[in-house]
């Protein structure tokens, strides 16, 4: 950098300097973000340089499928779309039940694309948009790190945010979920939130209602959002920071947000009427309160004022307790006192596991381990505390409100490992912090140190752009009164920059004590740094091995090469081109998503479990004996039966690793079917030790129809065991297709008996059967059941 | 087997040539094969009581009205015709030799083919034989359908013009190869998977003509030994995988004796139902071609189970006629070649390059039973240079293959579009035989007022079509910067405004 010899001469030369300094800053800080926007991109694209531009997992189908529609068939029919291939035959109200937010945004990017003549596919617009939004998202982050702490600890939070793993698992490319475009417009709430409560402009007031929307438009964790910052706001209340700029801050979002997050048609009336919005409806009472309070106190004389307060005080609290009175009864006369379950389970974590099975079954509805966050967040996790210890030097409300965050969120990623997402930004918010801190703590004292720098200190104090934003905190609260009107972004800096002369250069004096000796400091920089590769190194790591498997393609390394197991899209493929149209496939509901949107078949249950007695239903005739199983599929008009096995592969997550959930789901609308009876002195297995009820289900034959003919033990490879029975027959199933390596099952349901024929043709027709049976398995002979 | 018999009886009695009228005749014997297949009880039993039952049903020969023919004073002297049944596609070699016994000099023969045949005839190609018996060349010879307003039972016709005319007295050897798609009838329709393909063929043992042939044989070539049935019209001998009818001497025109084969065809029957090739033209060096196949196995439907473990453990007795792989033979120094369908990338698929051309073996996700279908697309970039040429006149024209690149399939329909570059005019296409044409226009990338696309469709196409075809259009090379330019000015512009904006205050107080 260009260091001025004679900056403490004249004024006019110093402040053309500072500008220059400033410009060059600003082109630097630009060119920078703009980086980490390519690395955010960038590092996500591994799934598809290592496999290929697909769409990823279960959820991402169903939004790729309400996608194409919405391309197809326009907004209007997308609203009104009842989905007929569905939850047969209850169908589902897609346009209802779904947050429009992804779909919208892709589908907005696909048709801007095409109206410029760029044809590309709606599939590529999909498996893009997620690294897209990370690149957004961390220049949210960016916006939002330098509201609270400065240029500095924002492009070092954007920086550790474009690769943190947490959010990578979520946004890799082809991962095309709602939590994409959500973290985006998480953060960029929040950015709104901490900039309106910075200028108390009523701007951007109304852009962070619009951010609002776009959230509550994307994600249901859109609660989250509506909760914290009424915290943050009754926590600046009672910490007595009220200000007119908090009011601004808070009143607008919570009465245009829930004007506009009623439009979305999911949410509806439940932005109203559900216990999630409620505090912050209540937090809007108190904050009309207290600022009606600052009010009375600001015409009234003292003694006046305690008069009106003693009055106010008895005659209100008779009214509040009436209120409140009303507001328990009617939220204690719902059964889930006004919470969804998702929201309960997250309030009370052991809710789940007690009441709803199908919650508890879903793997990232669990509470994550301790190696995951080591995973998930790496070197961050011991970034957060000394980040968190930097927001309160000093406290302003922005480092409060991340201060916060952070603690909620703590909570939140403790018990769900999906919400890990959430924590994800705010770790790496306070993480940011907390190294742009030290940096600038480490930086300074070897500037003092080194002799030829050390003269000019307000060089140096106008350069560390980090002691310049708290400065201007201080200004902020120095001269509350007059700064709402002056404080302007950027174009007005200038002569902002005058005032705070005095105060950086009494400043810098005082930081002067604060040095570190030279070689310690050193040291620690070259430590940081060295943590900051550890972080890259995993990061990279962690993008390229671990999140990157589209999980419908498997591949596995052997002495031999790669081997490739695509046997979920083969199954698909066969039952889109070779089954009738109308065809109903029923599957345990993971695999609802992808049947509908890549074998384009009518399924009867799937990921979006809006209706537990109908997956119960499929989970029991998958843990009842075959006729019976037969019966229930028969009266849903099923046709095709698919069963994921992966005992010849061992491939763990199969439906016999799920099985005990079909139990327990089944048998919890249906009492006849008992989970102990499925478990041998309370473990589960296949082996010769399984209860007969478990030998003799539906999903156990299903899974195991001639297993033994492929080895000749039946050596199941993920249950490591043999197992426990090897030779049965099936009489109202047949098999109709197996993928190459055995991973999906396709049975077809054989046609009812002719019953007017059945009784005369019935020891012809046995004889027939065996017969047949013995020409078509060569081995038949040799086996015991013949 | 009520019903068949009196028909039986009514055959047995028309042992020699009997001449009918018009509408007794017509065609008579699928509608008695339709009703052995509605009589017969159990799948299992039908295919013998059939050939049982056909065996003696068409030994009949049957006689079409010999109408006056605009050339009969032509005759045949000799014919001899090959039919090759291995593969799913009927190859028929003719050799006729012709004789001018009128008094004038003709040049146009005609072949005659039934009209059930005619709908499968997918090429007729013709030669004649020059020069003298050490020197004989090969010259290809026009051929073109024609309509004769007295044909009997309406027979279709082709007319071969010879290049000189054959005058009275003379006579001239031709070589004529024709072939038919779907000609080959699975009986039964339906099998396990375990069970092998068998397969019906009908023909005529005597060759359909309008001319007087003095002596004729026809050979059949079948894939293996196997044969179930066959109509005996003596002389006929069988050996091996060869079965001889004839010699026939002296048969009037338009004689017609109705055979039928039956017999073992194990080769998959590969049908791809539709195949657009998109061909796309950039002057920037690259010729981009997006092949979507819908490919069906037309042989056999499969019935009943599919055993993944007798398919896996016993490949020669199981799934004997399933489609395992398709062999494309794409052109040399092809880069870039994908494999996939609507749900992703196809992983089993392997390129092989050489100089003189590039072998994609690709297989469908799931191997192919009779009537399973599947849907997939190649694509592939191509160097210009290798196709794209300039003609004498200062345009340029492209030339490429017209027919599917997959060796041995029918193609029932193809759709092949040229897609030219932006600002490309007057485009016309040259193809060896008869398309449907017509124009579009394609919007790609950053394109303003769109890419004229050639359009050519053909029906019923066998890999003999794999003939190459031009497309000749008028294009400037200024053309090429459009786009370029266009992306430099947008950016422009944007710095410009920004610049702009950046440069204004717009606040009201100062």
């Known amino acids: 950098m260009a260091a001025p010899e004679s900056s403490a001469a004249a004024v006019p030369t110093l402040y053309t300097n500072n500008a220059l300094r400033n410009a060059f800053g600003g082109v630097l800080a630009f060119f920078i973000l703009l980086l980490i926007g390519v690395m955010a991109f960038s590092i996500r694209l591994f799934s598809v340089i290592k496999y290929e531009s697909v769409i990823h997992e279960f959820d991402p189908y169903f939004n790729y499928r309400v996608t194409q529609f919405l391309a197809k068939n326009g907004i209007y029919e997308f609203w009104n779309w009842f989905d007929d291939r569905t939850w047969y035959p209850l169908g589902r109200v897609i346009g209802g039940t779904v947050y429009p937010g992804l779909t919208l945004t892709a589908g907005t990017i696909w048709w801007l694309l095409n ?32 509201e609270v702490k400065g240029t500095g600890a924002g492009l070092t939070a954007a920086a550790l945010l474009a690769m943190v793993p947490s959010y990578i698992s979520r946004s890799v490319a082809g991962s095309y979920d709602n939590e994409a475009v959500a973290i985006f417009a998480l953060i960029f709430t929040f950015y709104l939130y901490i900039k309106t409560l910075n200028t108390g402009s009523l701007f951007y007031a109304t852009l962070n209602s619009i951010a609002y929307f776009y959230m509550v438009c994307s994600w249901g964790g859109y609660t989250f959002i509506i909760n914290l910052i009424p915290m943050h706001v ?146 961050l996790a011991f970034l957060v505390p000394a980040g968190i210890i930097a927001c309160f030097s000093p406290l302003s409300d922005a480092s409060s409100f991340v201060v916060l965050y952070i603690a909620t969120s703590v909570y939140f990623s403790g018990v769900m490992v999906r919400l890990m997402l959430v924590f994800a930004p705010a770790a790496c918010i306070t993480s940011g912090i907390a190294l742009s801190q030290a940096f600038d703590v480490f930086t300074r004292s070897i500037k003092f140190q080194l002799p030829g720098i050390a003269s000019n200190t307000e060089v140096d104090a106008a350069e560390t752009s980090s002691s310049t934003a708290e400065a201007q ?54 430590l940081l740094i060295l943590l900051g590769a550890l972080y890259v190194v995993h990061c990279v790591w962690a993008a390229a091995e671990a999140y990157s498997a589209p999980s ?27 089954t009738d149209v109308d065809d109903k496939v029923a599957s345990w509901w993971d695999y609802g998503y992808q049947t509908t949107a890549m074998a384009n078949r009518t399924v009867i249950v799937d990921n979006n479990t809006w209706n537990n007695t109908h997956i119960a239903t499929v989970g029991t005739a998958m843990s009842s004996p075959e006729k019976a199983a037969w019966e229930i599929f028969h009266s849903l008009d099923v046709k095709y039966v698919l069963v994921v096995f992966g005992g010849l592969v061992g491939y763990p997550s199969d439906d016999i690793n799920k099985f005990l959930w079909m139990v327990r789901i089944g048998g919890g609308v249906f009492p006849h079917i008992k989970e102990p009876d499925y478990l041998r002195d309370g473990q589960y297995r296949i082996d010769s030790q399984a209860t007969p009820t478990m030998l003799n289900c539906l999903m156990y034959k299903l899974s195991y129809y001639r297993f033994v003919e492929t080895d000749g033990k039946a050596f199941d490879r993920v249950r490591q065991t043999e197992i426990g029975k090897k030779y049965f027959k099936l009489t109202h199933f047949e098999e109709v297709f197996t993928t190459h390596h055995w991973m999906v099952r396709i049975y077809k349901l054989k046609p009812p008996k002719n019953r007017i024929r059945g009784k005369t043709k019935k020891s012809k027709s046995k004889t027939s059967t065996t017969s047949s049976r013995a020409k078509r398995s060569g081995t038949g002979k040799k086996n015991p059941w013949n | 087997m009520k019903q068949p018999r009196p028909m039986k009886t009514f055959v047995l009695q028309e042992q020699g040539p009997i001449e009918l009228t018009h509408a007794t005749i017509s065609y008579f014997f699928p509608k008695v094969e339709a009703s052995v297949k509605t009589h017969s009880s159990t799948p299992m039993e039908a295919p013998i009581r059939a050939t049982e039952f056909l065996r003696f049903t068409l030994l009949s020969l049957l006689f079409f009205v010999c109408r006056s023919s605009p050339s009969h004073d032509l005759l045949i002297s000799n014919a001899e015709r090959r039919i090759d049944l291995t593969s799913h596609i009927v190859k028929v070699y003719l050799t006729l030799k012709v004789e001018n016994a009128g008094s004038t000099p003709t040049s146009e023969i005609l072949l005659a083919f039934p009209p059930t045949q005619v709908d499968h005839l997918a090429t007729v190609e013709a030669l004649v034989t020059k ?15 024609t309509e004769l307003p007295d044909a009997p039972n309406g027979t279709k016709y082709f007319t071969i013009y010879l290049t000189n005319p054959l005058n009275s007295g003379e006579s001239t050897t031709l070589e004529v190869l024709y072939l038919f798609t779907h000609s080959l009838e699975p009986f039964p329709a339906e099998i396990g998977q375990s069970e092998s393909q068998l397969v019906y063929y009908r023909d005529s043992a005597l060759i359909l003509s309008p001319y007087h042939i003095k002596q004729q044989t026809t050979f059949l070539k079948t894939p293996s030994t196997k044969v179930e049935s066959f109509t005996r019209v003596e002389p006929t001998n069988r050996a091996g995988t060869e079965m001889k009818y004839g010699p026939y001497e002296d048969r009037h025109p338009y004689t017609f004796s109705p055979i039928l084969i039956h017999f073992e065809n194990n080769s998959p029957f590969p049908v791809v139902e539709e195949l657009v090739r998109e061909v796309e033209i950039s002057h920037w060096g690259n010729l981009q071609v997006t092949e979507q196949y819908t490919l069906v196995h037309g042989g056999a439907r499969h019935k009943g189970v599919f055993s993944r473990v007798d398919y896996q453990s016993r490949p020669n007795m199981n799934g004997v006629s399933s489609l395992r792989y398709l062999l494309a033979r794409l052109p040399p120094r092809v880069h870039s070649v994908y494999y996939r369908d609507e749900i992703g990338n196809i992983s089993s698929s392997h390129l092989r390059t050489d100089s003189r051309k590039s072998e994609l073996e ?33 345009r340029r024209y492209l030339n490429f293959t017209f027919g599917c690149p997959l060796l041995d399939t029918v193609v029932d329909k193809l759709t092949v579009k040229v897609v030219l570059p932006e600002g490309s005019k007057d485009p016309s296409a040259v193809v060896p035989f008869t398309v449907e044409q017509h124009l579009e226009t394609k919007y790609s990338y950053l394109d303003v007022v769109g890419r004229t696309v050639v359009v050519m469709e053909k029906k019923n196409l066998v890999p003999v079509h794999n003939s190459h075809f031009q497309v000749y259009y008028t294009f400037k090379p200024i053309f090429m910067l459009a786009e370029p330019l266009m992306l430099a000015s947008a950016f422009f512009l944007f710095f410009v405004a920004c610049v702009a904006y950046l440069h204004i205050d717009l606040s009201i107080r100062k």
């Open chain 1, 473 to 526: 905190n201080d200004v902020v609260k120095a001269e509350k009164s007059e700064e709402t009107s002056k404080n302007r972004p950027s174009k007005k800096s200038k002569k902002k920059e005058k005032e705070e002369k005095p105060l950086t250069k009494a400043k810098a004096e005082k930081k002067r004590l604060l040095a570190l000796p030279l070689d310690s400091s050193v040291i620690s920089l070259l």
């Open chain 2, 362 to 394: 690709i297989e469908p996700r799931y191997p192919l039973f009779g009537g399973w279908k599947a849907t997939f697309v190649i694509g592939y970039g191509l160097p210009l240079q290798d196709f794209l040429f300039e003609s004498s006149d200062d």
């Open chain 1, 552 to 578: 419908i393609v498997l591949t596995s390394r052997s002495h031999d090469g790669l081997h490739v197991f695509d046997d979920f899209r083969e199954a698909y493929a066969w039952l889109r081109h070779n």
């Open chain 1, 115 to 146: 109206s410029l003549n760029i044809p590309l596919s709606v599939e590529t617009v999909c498996v893009f948009t997620a690294p897209i939004f990370s690149a957004f998202a961390s220049w949210a982050t960016y916006l939002l790190t330098k």
């Open chain 2, 131 to 145: 020069g003298k018996r050490k020197k004989t060349t090969l010259a290809r010879l026009d051929v073109t359908p």
């Open chain 1, 234 to 379: 009754l926590l600046c209340i009672v910490t007595g920071r009220f200000s007119s700029r908090l009011y601004i801050a808070y009143a607008p979002l919570v009465v245009l947000g829930t004007l506009l997050a009623a439009l979305v048609p999911v949410v509806g009336f439940n932005a109203v009427m559900t216990s999630e919005h409620f505090a912050s409806f209540l937090v809007f009472i108190i904050l009309h309160v207290v600022a009606f309070v600052y009010y009375i106190k600001g015409i009234l004389t003292p003694k006046m004022f305690k008069v009106a307060v003693t009055l106010v005080v008895s005659v209100g609290l008779a009214v509040c307790c009436a209120v409140i009175a009303v507001l328990v009864a009617l939220v204690a006369s719902s059964p889930t006192k006004g919470w969804s379950g998702r929201s309960l389970s997250l309030l009370d974590p052991t809710y789940a596991s007690k009441y709803i099975p199908i919650i508890a079954s879903v793997s990232e509805h669990q509470p994550p381990t301790w190696p995951s966050y080591f995973m998930d967040i790496n070197v």
